[in-house]
DNA sequence: GAATTTTGTGATAGCGCTATCAAAAATAAA
DNA sequence: TTTATTTTTGATAGCGCTATCACAAAATTC
């Protein structure tokens, strides 16, 4: 007669089973599987090949409960942002990541999301690490983030300090740069155009021109803040702005390529040589920006450099102690491209 | 004294702790947060305040373990992909199922990340679904997967029918459209650019392409297979070989905007004047398609629609006889939008 | 009123794993 | 050889939670 169940099971084969199987006691399997090397060949060859036999996997939920640490868990937490570069940036710091044995899961913390799930996700599955993309200073997530006892990366224009790793992007600097560069190629009358300014890394960007512009004693006046996404729809838009404010404007320089690409097409359409009647500078040196005729003048922030910088910032972090064998860093450096 | 610790706990406030504060069994607490209306309302008055006075966070992993059953996570896997639109399709998902009270988390199963972890994430954690985004049908992530006993969906142009759900996009059907559409405006010498052939959703729209073609009794030799990715420089390269080639051509359909943009910037340079000379039509409806100058014809894929629709698909069949109370969802519809 | 059903509640025993400690085996030192 | 030391191994007792059952309290029924 079939015996009754008390419980229900995962039905997945156990640590018991493999010891069973291999005639050793639960902790020896255990032992084979996390610290092999305090385990005698013998029983962890036994061990490894009942492993195989049965298909054990590992339950990570009962291993963080028994020893209360972590399964090497990192959650990226990023808000609503398809920013390739940005994308590219977190492709990069997972792969080192993951290199290193550690694995991360992408959040997405834009509404609807509530915070409930995600610190519930965070504290009972024993995260070892979190990393914020380019979180705003005022976003719920912080509080429930750093109350954690874990290292916290954050990347991004602002420069927090009241997290462990601050990675910045440095957009005031390298706007200020593609700035100074548009002045030095000669031009005056140079106009700015910002879009989804109500984020910090717009605000930035307007910063950096600013302090160029200021530095040179041009004129600061001739600003477009759009609150529409930074796109090229925009950029498109606002040119028409620009010819019927200042109809002197000889440069427009805006804050992503898009911006600049939208008002190059729009240039393109009212016969507006490029750049000899207008110049236009982007920022972000995206792949259509040296493709599109004529080619921006763009700034690239090394997007990649910055996340394997990130990931080894954190894997040093994380590993304090156990001297982890890491590679050389160079100093990110950014990069203008320019037809002007 | 200070008594010995025997285990290193999570330092957490536990139910066992709120159940003593509001002099109440263990049981009643979960029962509390977890089926309330199985308790009565003094009790739940009680242990509410107790959980508020705590801060109490019910730890999932304990969860997990004792019930084996899920906490509502579910893990979307998708490869390396920076298409905008897919990730729209993406987001649009998720917030449906956020909406219901589930806990969608992004894995990107691109290597260097070994299978392992992500199994190991899959089981350990009772995920309750697994969501496939474009996962090509020889990726090893499919036998993973396949072995679980929960829903899985797949969204992609492969017509899988090994999963639960699938969410076909229909890229061969659009491109059909898009390239008779080209044919009815009167064009003839119609060539092909596709770029990442290796992916089976740019197959399936080189497919579609062919399939007008010959139902038109139109040549199909005029094709460019690229290796190189799907993006602006390589369509700006193409058309070189495509004037040589063929100089006779009239048209250039692209398996994505982004070529079909490149294709025009070379004509920009080379001062081909489109449409008049050489038509373009890219894939995708990106936003810049209908910028540039001349706008782009395209054609789109709901996206948006079909991440609302393969959350319901999956709400349903999570829910199974819970009966939830889901929005309808209109069919997706393919829409072109055209300058030629 | 007693007998039945329907709640509501709590003690207990795990879920699958690991920390801890004690015992056993292997090695080194005397 | 005996003794001290190190290395291996396993029994035990939880980690924080929930399934299960048993029992008390309340609401029905007869």
Known sequence: MAELKKRKTTGQITLSDVAKLAGVGTMTVSRALRTPEQVSDKLKNKINKAVKTLGYRPNLAASTLASAASNNLIAIIMPNSHDHQLLLLIREMQNCLIAQGYTPFIVESNPPRKNTDLLAMISSYSVCAIVLINMDKNNRVWQVVTHQNI????????????????????????????TEYVIKKGYREIGLLCANHEYSIFQQRLHGWYKAMLKHHLPTHRVINASSPANFSTGSRALADFVINWPELDAIVCTTDELACGVLYECQRRHIRVPYQLAIAGFGDSEFSQVCHPPLTTISLPYKSIGEYAAIQLLQRLSENHSLNLPAVDTPIIKIRGSL
């Open 151 to 178: 290292p916290i990366v954050h990347i991004g224009s602002d420069a927090l300090n009241y997290v462990d790793i601050n990675v910045g992007l440095n957009n005031m600097e390298a706007m200020f740069q593609l």
